[in-house]
């Protein structure tokens, strides 16, 4: 995470930066993807005022704190910033599907259920590569297995989404 600390008529002391990176490491307990945080400090007519910015994955937060004294002003700033943090990861957790473990205690107890539909008993010709697409095109299909002419190995063309032609040739490992 790149810190990017920011004084108006105030003097940055290194005690001062130490406890704002100290808090902002705390963030990092709860969300992993924090890019940059940006703290700016200031004071104007004796209240002193801290803004912190932080962007985390795609989203920017941005909270700000005011007191009599520097320290409580960054201390109510990054309180709130910690809450936005929380929010952002519940937030993010909920939309991500269930976790590894409960598919796979999931995938235990139910198993894998596979039914074809359809078997089809398909005479593998010899062919070339243009061949086989017209015969795919011809017949409906998304892809068709044939025997190369020349190599004499067999392989599938199929139709991807954006209406070209993919060939898939098997390799040996």
């Known amino acids: ?27 990092t307990e709860f969300v992993d993807n924090i890019v940059w945080a940006q703290v700016i400090v200031s004071v104007e007519k004796k209240i002193h005022s801290a803004e912190v910015i932080v962007h985390a994955g ?28 929380k929010k952002y990861k519940e937030k993010f957790s909920e939309h991500r599907g269930p976790s590894s473990s409960e598919m796979s ?6 198993g894998p259920q ?26 409906g299909f998304n892809f068709w297995m044939f025997v190369e002419r020349d190599s004499k190995q067999v392989q599938v063309v199929f139709r991807r989404l954006d209406s070209t032609y993919g060939l898939l040739l098997p390799v040996k490992k």
Not at 10 to 17: A, E, F, S
Not at 70 to 85: G, R
Not at 105 to 110: A, D, Q, W
Request: proline share 5%.
């Open 1 to 27: 995470m790149r810190i990017h600390i920011v004084a108006r008529k105030v003097k940055l002391t290194q005690p001062i930066k130490d406890f704002i990176e100290a808090r902002l490491a705390k963030l």
């Open 58 to 85: 795609h989203q920017t937060m941005k909270a700000a704190g005011e007191s009599d004294e520097l320290y409580p002003a960054i201390d109510k700033a990054m309180t709130k910033m910690e809450s936005q943090v």
């Open 105 to 110: 205690e999931f995938s235990t107890l139910v």
């Open 114 to 139: 596979v039914v074809f539909s359809v078997v089809k008993n398909v005479p593998i010709k010899p062919m070339n590569r243009e061949e086989a697409v017209k015969e795919m095109e011809k017949l």
